[in-house]
């Protein structure tokens, strides 16, 4: 079982970077495919990077180019490196993970707590 947190939210202007961690425990960290998520107020939660035990990655069209997903297995750590943010990048961001299977999706068995990214313009 793997125990998440999130943290590194927070309130910046557009064009500004953020970068987000996701600090897991358990032995075993480095086998989970590792995601990240986000839900805007009235919008449901959304698809945005996700990266596998053995480093393949997907992102989201609407984050490509500006964000980096990456993971440190010896810190039992994931990141998410946010660039050029912008309004609609504002929402609560949650790590998942899960042992196997499609990275792109929502059946994740493991879910943070969330933590809120604010962008204004």
């Known amino acids: 079982q793997v125990q998440l947190v999130e943290s590194g939210g927070g309130l910046v202007q557009a064009g500004d970077s953020l970068t987000l961690s996701c600090a897991g425990s358990g032995r075993t960290f480095s086998i989970y495919h590792m995601g990240w998520f986000r839900q805007a107020p009235g919008k449901e939660r959304e698809f945005v990077a996700a990266?596998?035990?053995?480093?393949?990655?997907y992102y989201a069209d609407s984050v490509k180019g500006r964000f980096t997903i990456f993971r440190d297995n010896a810190k039992n750590t994931v990141y998410l490196q946010m660039n050029s943010l912008k309004p609609e990048d504002t929402a609560v961001y949650y790590c998942a993970a899960k042992r196997g299977g499609v990275l792109v999706s929502t059946d994740y068995d493991y879910w943070g707590q969330g933590t809120q990214v604010t962008v204004s313009s």
């Open positions: 990266i596998s035990a053995i480093g393949t990655i």
